[in-house]
C-alpha cells in the first residue's frame, strides 16, 4: 500500500450550550502499511446525528464520549481499497462507526458487510441503519399492535419517519409533527402519515387533540418538551410512550422542568420505556430481512438531507439543532 494521508474532523474543545464551527478542527493523517488481517476503507457516507451531542460533554453519558483531539467517529458506510484479510476484498461495502474520517484501518470484525443491491449506500444509515433499527425496535419495545394510534413527535427526522411508516405497515393510524409546512406535506404525502401538524403553528395539545379526538394509544417520543407534555395529556388508559431522544433540550444550559402532568403515568398507569438501539444488536440481521424486504417492495420510503464534503460535516451536524434535515442527515464524501 502507498502512503495515504486521510482528513479528519476532531473535537477541538466541549461545548457549552449550543455547539460552535470552533469545537472542531480539521486535521489530517497518514495512514501505516496494512498488516495482516487488515483492511483499508475509503468512506462513502457519513452519519450525522442528534445523539452525538450528548458525546461531546465532558464527563460521563449514555454512550463513551469523544475525547478531545481525537475524531469524531459516527456510523459511516465505505468500501474496501486494499485488503490483507480473507473475509473481505476490494470493492466490498461495509458499515463501521469510524466515520468523520475519509480513511481508515480496520479489522473485518469491526466492520458490518452490506448489499451494494440497495441504492443509494447511504440508506444503510438511514432507513436501513441506526436511525431505522431505533425506530423498528421501539415499536417493539412497547409491541404496537394494528389499530392503536401512534403520535411520533421530530416526525420528518431520520428515526421518526421510520417509526411512523413502520407503524401504518402495522396498521395503525399515525399522527405527525413537525416543525415546517414542507415537512407536514412529507409526512402526509409521502410517508402515508393519516395526520401531521406543524408544531410551530400553536400549541401542541390543542392540535394533536384534533388529530386524536378520542386519545392515542402509544407516543414515540424523539423531542421531549412541550410534545412529551401534550403526549401525557392525551394518552389513554393503559398507554404507553418510548423515550428515544429529547432533542429539545440537548443544548440546554440548564435542565428543563419536568413536565407539569407527569402525575397522568400514575393515574392512566401508563408505562414509559427507554430506548438505546445498541441493546438490540442481536436482532440486527432480523431487522435487515423485514425491513429491506419494505424497501425493495416499495413499502417503505427512505429520505435523506445529502451535504456535499467532509469540510461540510460540521455545517451538516449543527444543522440538526436548526431542523435543516428533511429524513436523514448524511455526509457525502465523494
Known amino acids: 500500500m502507498s502512503?495515504?494521508?486521510?482528513?479528519?474532523?476532531?473535537?477541538?474543545?466541549?461545548?457549552?450550550?449550543?455547539?460552535?464551527?470552533?469545537?472542531?478542527?480539521?486535521?489530517?493523517?497518514?495512514?501505516?502499511?496494512?498488516?495482516?488481517?487488515?483492511?483499508?476503507?475509503?468512506?462513502?457516507?457519513?452519519?450525522?446525528?442528534?445523539?452525538?451531542?450528548?458525546?461531546?460533554?465532558?464527563?460521563?453519558?449514555?454512550?463513551?464520549?469523544?475525547?478531545?483531539?481525537?475524531?469524531?467517529?459516527?456510523?459511516?458506510?465505505?468500501?474496501?481499497?486494499?485488503?490483507?484479510?480473507?473475509?473481505?476484498?476490494?470493492?466490498?461495502?461495509?458499515?463501521?462507526?469510524?466515520?468523520?474520517?475519509?480513511?481508515?484501518?480496520?479489522?473485518?470484525?469491526?466492520?458490518?458487510?452490506?448489499?451494494?443491491?440497495?441504492?443509494?449506500?447511504?440508506?444503510?444509515?438511514?432507513?436501513?441503519?441506526?436511525?431505522?433499527?431505533?425506530?423498528?425496535?421501539?415499536?417493539?419495545?412497547?409491541?404496537?399492535?394494528?389499530?392503536?394510534?401512534?403520535f411520533v413527535s421530530g416526525a420528518a427526522g431520520a428515526v421518526g419517519n421510520v417509526a411512523g411508516q413502520l407503524a401504518k405497515l402495522r396498521g395503525c393510524t399515525v399522527i405527525g409533527s413537525a416543525g415546517s409546512p414542507e415537512k407536514v406535506q412529507f409526512l402526509l404525502r409521502e410517508c402515508g402519515f393519516d395526520h401531521a401538524f406543524n408544531y410551530n403553528a400553536g400549541a401542541m395539545l390543542p392540535q394533536l387533540s384534533r388529530s386524536a379526538p378520542d386519545g392515542i394509544d402509544v407516543y414515540f417520543d424523539n423531542v421531549g418538551g412541550p410534545a412529551l407534555e401534550a403526549a401525557l395529556s392525551a394518552l389513554r388508559m393503559h398507554g404507553r410512550i418510548i423515550a428515544c431522544g429529547g432533542i429539545s433540550a440537548y443544548n440546554d444550559l440548564t435542565p428543563q422542568p419536568g413536565p407539569s402532568n407527569l402525575f397522568n403515568i400514575t393515574t392512566k398507569r401508563l408505562t414509559m420505556k427507554g430506548l438505546i438501539v445498541s441493546d438490540w444488536m442481536d436482532q440486527r440481521a432480523e431487522f435487515e430481512r423485514e425491513v429491506g424486504g419494505y424497501i425493495q417492495a416499495?413499502?417503505?420510503?427512505?429520505?435523506?438531507?445529502?451535504v456535499q464534503g467532509l469540510d461540510q460535516a460540521v455545517a451538516a451536524f449543527l444543522g440538526l439543532f436548526d431542523g435543516d434535515n428533511l429524513g436523514k442527515m448524511v455526509v457525502a464524501l465523494t
Open 3 to 150: 502512503s495515504i494521508k486521510s482528513k479528519e474532523v476532531r473535537l477541538a474543545s466541549h461545548p457549552v450550550g449550543m455547539p460552535t464551527a470552533a469545537n472542531f478542527t480539521m486535521a489530517s493523517t497518514e495512514l501505516p502499511p496494512l498488516n495482516e488481517g487488515e483492511v483499508l476503507v475509503r468512506n462513502l457516507f457519513l452519519s450525522v446525528d442528534p445523539y452525538m451531542r450528548s458525546r461531546m460533554n465532558a464527563g460521563r453519558s449514555y454512550v463513551p464520549g469523544f475525547e478531545l483531539g481525537k475524531v469524531m467517529d459516527g456510523g459511516a458506510v465505505g468500501e474496501v481499497i486494499e485488503s490483507r484479510a480473507a473475509a473481505l476484498k476490494p470493492g466490498d461495502a461495509v458499515v463501521s462507526s469510524r466515520g468523520w474520517r475519509e480513511y481508515f484501518i480496520a479489522q473485518p470484525a469491526e466492520l458490518h458487510r452490506v448489499s451494494r443491491e440497495l441504492q443509494p449506500l447511504s440508506v444503510y444509515l438511514g432507513t436501513l441503519g441506526m436511525t431505522g433499527m431505533t425506530a423498528w425496535a421501539g415499536l417493539r419495545l412497547v409491541d404496537v399492535k394494528a389499530g392503536e394510534v401512534v
Open 298 to 306: 416499495g413499502k417503505l420510503k427512505h429520505r435523506e438531507t445529502v
